[in-house]
């Protein structure tokens, strides 16, 4: 019997001192499979939220939202997904963590359906638009009661 570094018995097929060879080619092997595997979830994950930060197409019709006064970022994303503005809220939260956004001012938005949230983000750091103007007249000679009884109906 011949005996190899390790004091194992080596096979006449297998000549001494290739064993640990095999081992570490083995190993590599696993790390390889590892690695590739970990390199398509990563990739997965990055494609997944991609489509979530800048869906594919082109944004949808515009639509009305209104952000109330004290809503938090929070509650605005949530508002944002529920009208299907963004793709998802909890994605829009990270989003703005890491770029930066925020806090938004209350008032009404014209916003687009499937936005991507980049544009989102930079709509609502506008600010609101502006009310619809209202054109008044008022003539002359009037009481300051009856001035504000027109503005009152306006």
């Known amino acids: 019997m011949l005996f190899d570094q390790d004091d194992r018995v080596a096979t006449a097929e297998e000549p001494p001192g290739r064993r640990p060879e095999r081992r570490f080619a083995r190993w590599m092997v696993a790390i390889g499979v590892l690695l590739a595997i970990a390199l398509v979830l990563v990739g997965g994950a ?3 939220l991609k489509g979530k930060v800048d869906p594919s197409g082109p944004p949808g019709a515009t639509v009305a939202l209104e952000i109330p006064r004290g809503a938090t970022t929070s509650q605005i994303a949530d508002r944002l997904a529920a009208a299907d503005i963004i793709s998802s809220a909890e994605v829009f939260r990270w989003y ?3 770029k ?19 544009d989102v983000v930079d709509a609502l750091e506008q600010g609101p638009d502006l009310p619809p103007a209202v054109n008044l007249t008022i003539p002359e000679g009037l009481w300051i009661s009856e001035v504000a009884k027109r503005i009152g109906k306006v």
């Open 46 to 48: 990055g494609l997944w």
């Open 96 to 98: 703005l963590r890491i």
């Open 100 to 118: 930066g956004g925020g806090p938004f001012e209350a008032g009404q938005y014209q916003l687009k359906l499937n936005s991507a949230m980049g």
